[in-house]
């Protein structure tokens, strides 16, 4: 039907005859004359109608926000004077000849002419109209751009395109699954993946070599805004390459989607082994754009007579960690009153603080309420270790060491932001040398990355010294977000098996859950690796956004429904009973979203 998208014309097309199929964007009427701002994907170009077009200009007169117009008409330069530069077409306009109404449409429930704040739940319920606004037509478009380079990027390295099933077993990932019932097999359900990590390994076993997909990833957890249950996932995996290989590969694609799609010459990214993150940082992603660090002061912590830093510092399971802002002395009261808050999010149970007022006068020169439990002594050598000026203020955490690095490192993120003390806009690194293990809340032996991770050491060595064990896992971290993680994987059954038992998987479960592997692993498999990063996430860094659902057409609220289709819905009675499912509780009483 058309000619040319609306945004799409400029000078270029002075005196040409144009058919354009739009969205009434705006509509204004100038004493008789009649503007239109037309919109489509592309952009929005400014119709004129005059009266002496009568049929157009009656038409014209009747459509609202949102009529679906198809407009014929010809180019021209605007007048002088009303060249609006904020537009890509706004040095033109069309002088409207022929108008059709394709379709009317009520007033939309949000103004979509303008980025009005509308509430999100709004937002997501007419999703199809949310949409339509330029700001979210961009997301997308900036989205499908992004796929697309990265699939020509693994193309142009010989990765094939492998499709894997959604209908699966479970696969470990540290998540809950999500169930699908099966029909055919009374009792038994299919599990959605939570990644294609099993079936691509075994593309490896089959010397498929180097396999790539964009694909749905499903993990039933709870939502943050980073977070979403159903998400996309670059999974790649690659035979006969050690871990720099891989990295470089994926190191390659992150420099190339910043260079296409910001502009931006990414170097090469630092490596940084997981102790040192989590000492530096208090976390696995740390954010390095912030120039913060955490500073160990336990031991000097733990000469004072105060059960609140002692403790931790006695204990060795405890951390005593400072961290220092510069120019932090001037955080008022309230705002030191938010922060404490803020670390509690994170179980941290109060947040000490030092301001240095003067340094030459001593501990008299600091302000603080724990100064009277520290000593100057101690007080002072803080000072020293942290190298603390006047104006500057320390935070200070302790507790049991996850506590303190959870609290203290988002903290450290808070006040980055809060003070912006950005000192780049991109900072991506490697973080490598990851445990293998961590012990969860029961003290039960769980996977740091997933069990299929090879370690770095024998399976004697594994079976003796679990905790001790490092793994040959990576993660790319890009300003605070883990977008993608992987690693070299076990490729033969010995290690395989040992890794189940240390996991408490015992033989009959290995068998059950994962004979197909083990199986698998018993007719040479070669030795292989890979990576996945979040697709939606990268989306979002690149988009400037920290809103995970602003780069997803139609995503999941915080409680994992959808409000445009109200899913999850309930089935009818004969679904379930073809599904040999009873609902023990009455749906309608079952909360939704
Ligand atoms: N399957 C992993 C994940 O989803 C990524 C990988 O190890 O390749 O986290």
Redesign the pocket.
């Known amino acids: 039907m058309r000619s040319h998208y609306c945004g799409e014309l400029n000078l270029s097309h002075d005196g040409q005859e144009v058919t354009l199929c739009g969205w009434v964007h705006r509509r204004r009427d100038h004493g008789g004359v009649i503007f239109l701002d037309l919109r489509d994907r592309e952009g929005i170009t400014q119709v004129v109608v005059d009266p002496d077009t009568e049929e157009a200009f009656a038409l014209a007169d009747k459509v609202r926000s949102e009529y679906v117009l198809k407009i014929t008409g010809k180019v021209r330069p605007r007048p002088e004077g009303t060249v609006n530069s904020a537009m890509t077409t706004g040095e033109i306009e069309v002088l409207g000849q022929r108008l059709a109404i394709l379709n009317s449409a009520q007033t939309p429930p949000f103004q979509i002419d303008e980025y009005t704040d509308v509430g999100e739940d709004i937002r997501l319920r007419h999703r199809y109209m949310d949409l339509r606004r330029p700001e979210m037509q961009e997301k997308l478009i900036l989205r499908s751009k992004i796929s697309q380079t990265v699939r020509r990027y693994l193309d142009e390295h010989g990765f094939l395109d492998i499709e894997t099933p959604a209908l699966t077993r479970a696969t470990p990932?540290g998540a809950r699954d999500y169930l699908v019932p099966s029909r055919t097999h009374a009792g038994s359900f299919f599990a959605l993946p939570?990644?294609?990590?099993l079936f691509?390994q075994l593309l490896m076993v089959s010397g498929f070599d180097r396999y790539y997909q964009i694909v749905k990833?499903f993990r039933d957890e709870d939502l943050r805004a980073d977070r979403q249950p159903e998400f996309t996932?670059i999974?790649?995996?690659a035979s006969f390459m050690e871990e720099e290989q891989i990295m470089g590969l994926a190191e390659g694609l992150v420099k190339k989607l910043l260079k296409e799609i910001k502009g931006v010459e990414l170097g090469d990214f630092p490596h940084m082994t997981f102790a040192e993150a989590m000492s530096r940082f208090g976390s696995d992603k740390p954010d390095l754009r912030i120039p913060l660090e955490l500073v160990d002061v336990a031991d000097l912590m733990a000469r004072v007579d105060f059960k609140v830093f002692k403790g931790p510092a006695d204990d060795p399971k405890g951390r005593v960690a400072a961290l220092k802002v510069t120019g932090g002395a001037e955080l008022s009261r309230k705002q030191i009153d938010e922060y404490t808050k803020f670390v509690g999010i994170y179980g941290a149970k109060g947040l000490a603080w030092i301001k240095v007022n003067a340094l030459e006068n001593g501990a008299n020169g600091l302000q603080s309420p724990i100064i009277k439990f520290l000593g100057e002594d101690v007080s002072m050598r803080i000072m020293t270790r942290v190298g603390a000026q006047n104006g500057d203020i320390v935070f200070f955490g302790a507790d049991r060491a996850n506590i303190v690095n959870e609290a203290l490192g988002a903290l450290r993120c808070k006040i980055g932001a809060d003070l912006n003390l950005y000192t780049k806009e991109w900072a991506p690194l490697w973080v490598i040398d990851f445990p293998m293990f961590e012990a969860d809340e029961k003290g039960n032996m769980t996977a740091l990355?997933?069990p299929f991770?090879a370690p770095t050491c024998t399976p004697q060595a594994l079976e003796a010294r679990p905790m001790e064990a490092l793994s040959r896992?990576y993660d790319i971290v890009l300003n605070g977000y883990e977008v993608g993680?992987?690693?070299v994987r076990i490729h033969q059954q010995a290690m395989q098996e040992a890794v189940f038992r240390l996991l408490n998987i015992d033989e009959a479960q290995q068998k059950e859950k994962f004979g197909f592997l083990l199986d698998a692993l018993r007719f040479g498999a070669p030795p292989h690796g890979?990576?996945?990063f979040g697709l939606d996430r990268l989306v979002m860094l690149l988009c400037g956004t920290d809103n995970i659902r602003e780069v997803i057409a139609f995503p999941k609220t915080q409680s994992a429904g959808c409000l445009l289709t109200r899913a999850p819905g309930q089935v009818d009675a004969t679904q379930l009973r073809d599904l040999n499912l009873r609902i023990r509780r009455d749906p309608a009483s079952a909360t939704s979203h």
């Open positions: 990932e939570q990644s294609p990590q691509k990833c996932q999974d790649m995996e990355h997933h991770t896992a993680g992987g690693s890979g990576l996945a």
